[in-house]
Structures are given as C-alpha cells and as structure tokens.
C-alpha cells in the first residue's frame, strides 16, 4: 500500500513547494531558557531540528523566576488576558522572544511561576491546569492555529482533552491533532478528583467513564494517553518497556491499549551547544582529530579545579546526574569501596535525594584527593567533566532515553550504561573480539555486574590502549544530532495531518 503521506525529500525531489507544518511545542522547561533535566533539552533542540527542516515551531513555557533573572530584557510583551480554569479565574499575561528561528512564548503568572524551584509545590496540579489552559487561550488570542500541538509530560497532558472538551463550539480548535510524549512516566501528575470541577473545568464524566480515573482520582499523564492523537517516548526500547507491568508504572494497560499509536523515537542532542571543537566552558578544544591532547588538557584542568590529584594516566569517572533511585546512584553508593579500590578517579555533579547526596560527601570524604562531589546544579562544570573523564558512569535502573551518555559520547567519553531504555538503543558495548562498540552496558539492574563491568573496563583502559582508541574515536563519531529522529517526528506530523 502506498504511503498515505509524502516525506519531505519525497516533495522536494518531485520539484513540489515544500509545504511546513505548524506546531505547537508545549512543554513545563526548555532550553536556552530554563533547564532541570534532559526535557529542556529536548525542548530545546528539537523545535530548532525540526524549524530548520522548514516547519513553523513555536515552544511555550511558563515563566518562572528564573527565566526573569536571565533573559527578561530579551522578551517582548504580548499583552494580557483573563484565563477561565473551573474556578481559577486569573490574569495571563504572555511575551514572547525569538531564538534560532524558534518563536517561544512565555506565560507570566506572579503567584503560580515565580518561585525558587520549577515543580514540588503542593499546588502544582492548580498550577499547570492553569499553565495548559493558558496556552490553549494563547492560540486564540494570537490568532495562530497549529497543524499539531505537541505536548510533554504529565504537567501538559491534559492538553488534548481540555482542547476538545472546552472549546467544542470552535472548530478551528477542533481541526488541531495532539501528539503526546512521555519523557517519563513515573511522574503522572495524579490528583483528586475535585480537580475537576476546581482547576479544569471539565464535569465529572471524565472520571466516571474511567479514562482519566486513576485510582480514586485523576491522572494528567492518564489524560494525555487516552486522548492524544498519537503517543511518543523517547527510544524504542522504553516504548516496549512500558508496555510490561514491571516499568509501566500501572499505565501499562492503557498503554497496551494504544499501542498502534505508540511510537518510541529516540532523543538526539544539540550538537552545536554540544560540540568540544568549540565550547567556550574548555580549557582545550578539540576533535576526534586530537582528542588525545585536547581531553588530556580539560583533565589536569578539571583536576586542578576540582582539587583531585593530578594524574594524566588515572582512569577519570565521571557522573552528572539527578540523584534519585532512577539514575541507579544506590548501586554505586553502595559499591564505593569496591570503585575506588580500581586505582580510579571519581567525579560526581549533581543533587537529588539525601541519602545520596550523604553518601556521595562521605566518599569524597574517605577518598581526598581521589574523589569528589560536587552537590548542585553547574551547566558549566558539567560540560567540563564531559570533557575531561574518560568513563562515564549510568547505571540508571530504568531510562526513557538519557542525554548523559549523548553528551559523553560526543566528548569523547566512553559511557559506562546500564541496558534498559534509551541506554540500550543508544550504547553499543564494546567486543574486544571484533572491536567493535561506543562504551560498556551490563545488563541486569544488579551492583555486582556494574562492578565488574567497571573493572572490566578499568581494565581496557589501563591494558589496551588500541582497544580503547578505537572505542573512543566510534563514540565520537556516532550520531548524536537530531537530523535522523527530527526526521521521524516530521513522519509522524504527516501522518497525522493526512497531507
Ligand atoms: P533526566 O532528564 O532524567 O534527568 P537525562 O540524561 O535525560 O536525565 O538529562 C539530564 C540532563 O541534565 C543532561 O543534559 C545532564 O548533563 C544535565 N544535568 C543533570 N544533572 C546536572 C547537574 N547537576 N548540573 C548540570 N547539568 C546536569
Ligand atoms: C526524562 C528521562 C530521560 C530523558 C529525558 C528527555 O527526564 O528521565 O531519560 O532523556 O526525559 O527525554
């Protein structure tokens, strides 16, 4: 059967005008302007991906305190209008600024946005029903009507139905077609079921015909999955994964049921702001020309920085990361011991729960000089041990996608994953029969292959320098980008726009 859409080289070979979408990315952080994990990064890199395929893409966020602090001389005001959710009934005001041929929209709301942190407030589910309701108001008053709202995560997940359900009367609201992705689908945005009549303004119906009941409440992502057009995340293998009870954190029977339009697409990088051959945050730069100097470098700077003893011939591991049970932190907390008796160096970035966070001040504690941590959150020093580790350590329990070992890869550091989710589709391990590989995978969420699949590769590095060459030049030129997965995305815009 012949395809029901024509691909874009398709239209350009036959000589047709190429005819872009219009999309609207609708998503609670994003890059450049607000960033707590790999969805800024997405939403980042992939509106840019698809604008320079010749789309029409749009992002908006809320606008936190943080956007404010940084970039509020770049945006442009729009104007403000009364926004309707059940019984909030609250002023929103909107700006907008232009990045890379990306129009972004803010959504500036003192009391709901401008707090110190993005999420954990007891009031986000009042939060972000005001948040989506607002964006679907924006189209209204901008008078901009997308092919297609692409909406991210629980805290956008009542998108596709608040658009049917509250602006039935409008067709123009109507013609538009959802594509929901999940990022991650442990936080589902569940809340009780008065939610209905108090933040969204939708009848009980919904929660009687069970399609967003969860439990004795409602769930956002619930929402999303059930009445979105199309349903992504974010590899291939995590679309299998979350069809299984194990990692379909009790969505997996609707997700079973949506199957035919679950679509598992994997994450790329900006490999412009992600490129060692020019980032500004190095003490070197360099290529898979001269990687070897060039990695040297950032290390004995990174060293010196970050008060580890100096020495080039050290294996460096490096971490950054949430510290949260997901990212597989306890397995390694647990096994410091056993680590750092490798004669390796160990250098972790990040924040999260407390006992991690305890636990990681002991080890630099116990191993001065050998092993530090740095608790936070530092975009700069993040790219730095990109740069300068030669292993990089995620041993995550479950992974949607990962962007970690994307970075590392592009850097020339040779990821250390476990096989689950994006990890597996994305690092190859590496068989010293044929040589063939871009990092280390072990397979089984146990602290004992992940130790011995460390020391294995301690082992490469200190006893097969051909090997390691070699794996370290296949990791830099694996493609990281966006080009092939935008590509998919546009597939499945078309798809859904019969045209
Ligand atoms: P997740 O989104 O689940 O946290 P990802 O691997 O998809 O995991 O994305 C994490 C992103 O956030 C990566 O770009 C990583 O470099 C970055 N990151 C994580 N923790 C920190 C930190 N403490 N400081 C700077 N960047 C961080
Ligand atoms: C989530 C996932 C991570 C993924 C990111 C971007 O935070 O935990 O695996 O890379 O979203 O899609």
Known sequence: MKNRYTSREETVSKGYKYMGRSILFVASEALPFVKTGGLADVAGALPKALAARGHDVRVVVPLYSKVIEKHYDKLERIGTIQVHSGWIDQPATYYTATVDGVVYYFIEHQFYFERPALYGY??????????????????????????????????????????????????????????????NLAFQGNFGVDMLPSCLGLPYIYFDDGSIRFDTGISFMKAGLVYADKITTVSPTYANEILTASYGERMDQVLRYRKGDLWGIVNGIDTVEWDPKTDKRLVANYDINDWKEGKAKNKEALQKELGLEVCPDKPLIGLVSRLTNQKGVYMITDRIREIMGMDVQFAVLGSGEDNAENAFKWMENEYKGKAVFYCGYNEDLAHRIYASSDIFLMPSLYEPCGIGQLNAMRYGTLPLVRETGGLKDTVQPYNQYTGEGNGFSFWAANADDMVYTIRWAVEQYYHNKAGWEGLVNTAMNTDVSWEKSAAVYEQLYYQLCNW
């Not at 297609?148 to 077609?177: E, F, T, V």
């Open 122 to 183: 007891e009031d986000d589910g009042e939060r972000f029903a005001f948040f989506q309701r607002a964006v679907l108001d924006m189209i209204y008053f901008i008078n901009w009507w997308p092919n297609i709202i692409h909406s991210n995560d629980w805290q956008c997940g009542m998108i596709p139905l608040m658009c049917h359900a509250c602006y039935a009367s409008d067709y123009r609201y109507q013609m538009i077609k959802h594509v929901y992705t999940i990022h």
